[in-house]
């Protein structure tokens, strides 16, 4: 079972990598296609990180949830 999660976790990865990676670079941000992924990655974990904080404190704030 963790296998499977850990397969289909990583064809997910790979797959919002390209696309996000494909848009970056049609925009015209070639050389920081890289830079801006790894933004938009480690955003999301962070607004995920709070929100994990918030529900452990036991004052969740619904809109991080939404935002990631």
């Not at 079972?1 to 064809?11: K, Q």
């Not at 990598?17 to 890289?34: G, I, M, N, P, W």
Request: charged share 15%; net charge positive.
């Amino acid at each position: 079972m963790i296998v499977s999660g850990l397969f289909v976790t990583s064809i997910a990865f790979v797959g919002s990598y390209t696309a996000v990676r494909d848009l970056a670079a049609s925009k015209s941000l070639d050389t920081l296609s890289v830079v801006v992924l790894i933004g938009i990655d480690c955003g999301i974990r962070f607004v995920l990180a709070l929100d994990v904080l918030h529900s452990w404190l036991r004052c969740p704030f619904p809109l991080l949830r939404h935002t990631a």
